[in-house]
């Protein structure tokens, strides 16, 4: 499950994987730019190397 929080009034929703965030507050409808996802990937995503700055990655 992915957790998004509503920016304007604090709602938490929890979706399943593999679908898009919600378009809109349940609650106090708030478009889609205000709400936000709680529980992120690691930094660089699914990719699993190369991800963030130069100056964090390691060397192989």
Known sequence: MKHFQCGNCGQIMEVPQ???????????????MMIHRLDKGPPGGRRGRGGGPPWQRSQP
């Open 18 to 32: 593999g679908v898009p965030k919600p378009t809109h507050c349940p609650r106090c409808g708030a478009p889609a």
